[in-house]
């Protein structure tokens, strides 16, 4: 299927939407995504983000283990080498 202005002819670039985003123009509905599509991408979107979360609280749990574990290296090395 094309997704094409059937008024402008530009690609339909948010298929949410139920007018064109160039021109205006309402779109057919068999051009949109249907409400059932719609709840199947948002879905998808809230897990993609969700793991997303997830990802970044453990790589900065990781980045904070670092941080202290070289912290903790440099007051070992200050004591013995006299610093």
């Known amino acids: 299927m094309s997704y094409h202005c059937p008024k402008c002819g530009r690609v339909i670039y948010n298929r949410r939407l139920k007018a064109c985003g160039y021109c205006g123009a309402e779109l057919p509905p068999e051009l949109l995504f249907s409400p059932a599509e719609i709840e199947v991408l948002d879905k998808n979107a809230a897990e993609h983000t969700a793991e997303?979360?997830?990802?970044?609280?453990?790589l900065e749990a990781e980045e904070l283990e670092?941080?202290?574990a070289?912290?903790?290296q440099g007051v070992f090395m200050m004591g013995y080498f006299g610093g």
């Open 52 to 58: 997303q979360q997830k990802i970044r609280a453990r």
């Open 66 to 68: 670092h941080r202290n």
């Open 70 to 72: 070289a912290g903790r």
